[in-house]
């Protein structure tokens, strides 16, 4: 009887707890498609407005011509929007060349060493090592390093798990106290005996393939001397930002990064997935840990950084699509923010420092495709201000030709990023692009300005942040 009691006791508490699921993901998609619904309504009512602004518009124009600022400022805006044009189209050109490397033989795969620092990921980073593991790439040639960045929860606990599980295929550290994801991370760089480092965050899964495919080039390509991988969001089954964020990702991966890969100068290889050769890690390993910025330590933006040294060296920096790793990202705005200021401010830092190489003789191979990137970045990072300025002044003398043009705008720009999503994966999903450039254009515009103006803060922002 008392069995029986229990196993009834046992069938409730999971019947409470499915329907408490079924209730919070039916509660995630009716506000997820008010949310579509609402983005559509606005963009839809925004294009038919610039339509009868149209007249206003021109007027605008008119009295734009009437002055010599507004005249310069009118052939400025020209300019830039032909450059734009053009450089799109040139990505285009080189998205539609770009092929992933298919992965060489279990013999000619080079020794490898998997970082993997971890800071107050609690189970996640057992999942984490556990997809690493079950990767089909030879266990003789692989040395998994999992390093306890002085996390104050449980996440040592579950690295310890990991251990019992994996055995001597897994060597963990816990440093004394928390230093960085940086120093983290030289530790793995420092004790590792691979021919070939790859980092991999520690709320992240690979797919089995992702490694072979990730190191092939370093066999296939002599000048190979970092590879980017790529990252895909995790956690987008329910809330809104990660669904966005998504999509993003998939535009900034499998597009620029392609396109980035045929120039052979990949700007940066992403924490969550990363290889480096060995030589090229150690040529520039007492730089990369000792960098400092405006005077002080950096403790941001390893990864571009690391990314930067390599470059430096000649070596090519290349993307393999085929090599996928699932990442957590920020479920709520504080976070999201967070992240993007560390990511500008990073930005901001590494590309004054490749300013100080890029024109140089660094590569014996072609250098355009560096000093392209370069420039485009450069040029987004000098106009930030006056594009700021001239938005501010819009939106004070003609705030409804500002927000009628701009979600116009949104609209037509984001078809493109939608149209890819849609062609690589789903419809369904691909429309969060609209919803995530309408939050990036009204709610985010502010991170880049205050990255620039803020550049030489410290602080990784995000460490406390729950996703």
């Given at each position: 009887?008392?069995?029986?009691?229990?196993?009834?006791?046992?069938?409730?508490?999971?019947?409470?707890?499915?329907?408490?699921?079924?209730?919070?993901?039916?509660k995630?998609?009716l506000?997820?498609?008010?949310?579509?619904?609402?983005?559509?309504?606005i963009?839809?009512?925004?294009?038919?407005?610039?339509?009868?602004?149209?007249?206003?518009?021109e007027q605008f124009?008119i009295?734009?011509?009437?002055t010599?600022?507004g005249?310069f400022?009118?052939?400025?805006?020209?300019?830039?929007?032909?450059?734009?044009?053009?450089?799109?189209?040139?990505?285009?050109y080189?998205?539609?060349?770009?092929?992933?490397?298919?992965?060489v033989?279990?013999?000619?795969?080079?020794?490898?060493?998997?970082?993997?620092?971890?800071?107050?990921?609690?189970?996640?980073?057992w999942?984490?090592?556990?997809?690493?593991?079950?990767?089909?790439?030879?266990?003789?040639?692989l040395?998994?390093?999992?390093?306890?960045?002085g996390?104050?929860?449980?996440?040592?606990?579950?690295?310890?798990?990991?251990?019992?599980?994996?055995?001597?295929?897994?060597?963990?550290?816990?440093?004394?106290?928390?230093k960085?994801?940086?120093h983290?991370?030289?530790?793995?760089f420092?004790i590792?005996?691979?021919?070939?480092?790859v980092?991999?965050?520690?709320?992240s899964?690979?797919?089995?393939?992702?490694?072979?495919?990730?190191?092939s080039p370093?066999?296939?390509?002599e000048?190979?001397?970092?590879?980017?991988?790529?990252?895909?969001?995790?956690n987008?089954?329910?809330?809104?930002?990660?669904?966005?964020?998504?999509?993003?990702?998939?535009?900034?991966f499998?597009?620029?990064?392609?396109?980035?890969?045929?120039?052979?100068?990949v700007?940066?290889?992403?924490?969550?997935?990363?290889?480096?050769?060995?030589?090229?890690?150690?040529?520039?390993?007492e730089?990369?840990?000792?960098?400092?910025?405006?005077?002080q330590?950096?403790?941001?933006?390893?990864?571009?950084a690391?990314?930067?040294?390599?470059?430096?060296?000649?070596?090519?920096?290349?993307?393999?699509?085929?090599a996928?790793?699932?990442?957590n990202?920020?479920?709520?705005?504080?976070?999201?923010?967070?992240m993007f200021?560390?990511?500008?401010?990073?930005n901001?830092?590494?590309?004054?420092?490749?300013?100080?190489?890029?024109?140089?003789?660094?590569?014996?191979?072609?250098?355009?495709?560096?000093?392209?990137?370069?420039?485009?970045?450069?040029?987004?990072?000098?106009?930030?201000?006056p594009?700021?300025?001239?938005?501010?002044f819009f939106?004070?003398?003609?705030?409804?030709?500002f927000?009628?043009?701009?979600?116009?705008?949104?609209?037509?720009l984001?078809?493109f990023?939608?149209?890819?999503?849609?062609?690589r994966?789903?419809?369904s999903?691909?429309?969060?692009?609209?919803?995530?450039?309408?939050l990036?254009?009204f709610?985010l515009?502010?991170?880049?300005?205050?990255?620039?103006?803020?550049?030489?803060?410290?602080?990784?922002?995000t460490?406390?942040?729950p996703?």
């Open positions: 009887m008392h069995r029986i009691m229990a196993q009834k006791g046992t069938e409730i508490k999971d019947f409470i707890q499915r329907k408490r699921r079924f209730s919070n993901v039916s995630y998609r506000i997820n498609g008010v949310v579509l619904a609402g983005t559509f309504f963009l839809a009512g925004s294009a038919l407005g610039a339509y009868h602004l149209q007249p206003h518009f124009n009295d734009r011509m009437g010599v600022f005249m400022f009118l052939i400025l805006s020209l300019v830039l929007l032909f450059y734009k044009l053009g450089f799109s189209l040139y990505q285009v080189l998205y539609l060349r770009y092929k992933p490397i298919q992965s033989s279990d013999e000619e795969l080079p020794t490898c060493t998997i970082i993997v620092p971890a800071y107050n990921e609690g189970k996640l980073v999942e984490t090592l556990k997809s690493i593991a079950n990767s089909d790439y030879p266990q003789e040639k040395q998994l390093l999992a390093i306890d960045d996390s104050k929860d449980d996440t040592w606990y579950w690295i310890q798990q990991a251990k019992n599980e994996l055995g001597d295929r897994l060597t963990i550290f816990k440093q004394p106290e928390n960085g994801k940086r983290a991370l030289y530790k793995g420092t590792g005996t691979g021919d070939v480092f980092t991999i965050d520690s709320d899964i690979v797919k089995k393939d992702t490694l072979r495919n990730l190191v370093f066999v296939t390509q000048n190979c001397g970092a590879v980017a991988g790529n990252v895909r969001v995790l987008n089954q329910k809330a809104m930002l990660p669904k966005m964020l998504n999509v993003s990702f998939v535009m900034s499998e597009f620029v990064r392609s396109a980035e890969s045929m120039l052979g100068s700007l940066c290889t992403p924490g969550a997935l990363a290889a480096y050769k060995r030589e090229a890690v150690f040529n520039c390993l730089e990369w840990i000792n960098q400092t910025f405006m005077g330590p950096s403790d941001i933006g390893e990864d571009r690391m990314t930067n040294m390599i470059l430096k060296q000649g070596y090519e920096v290349l993307f393999q699509r085929n996928h790793v699932l990442t990202v920020p479920e709520q705005y504080k976070g999201l923010y967070k200021i560390r990511w500008g401010r990073s901001v830092r590494e590309n004054i420092m490749m300013a100080k190489y890029v024109f140089t003789n660094f590569r014996t191979e072609s250098k355009f495709g560096a000093r392209l990137l370069f420039f485009n970045q450069s040029l987004n990072i000098v106009m930030t201000y594009f700021l300025i001239f938005m501010l939106i004070i003398t003609h705030p409804v030709l927000l009628s043009s701009t979600l116009a705008s949104i609209f037509v984001s078809s990023p939608m149209l890819f999503y849609a062609k994966y789903n419809f999903e691909s429309v969060w692009a609209y919803t995530y450039s309408v990036y254009t709610g515009f502010w991170i880049t300005p205050y990255a620039i103006a803020t550049a030489g803060k410290r602080g990784w922002l460490r406390e942040i996703a």
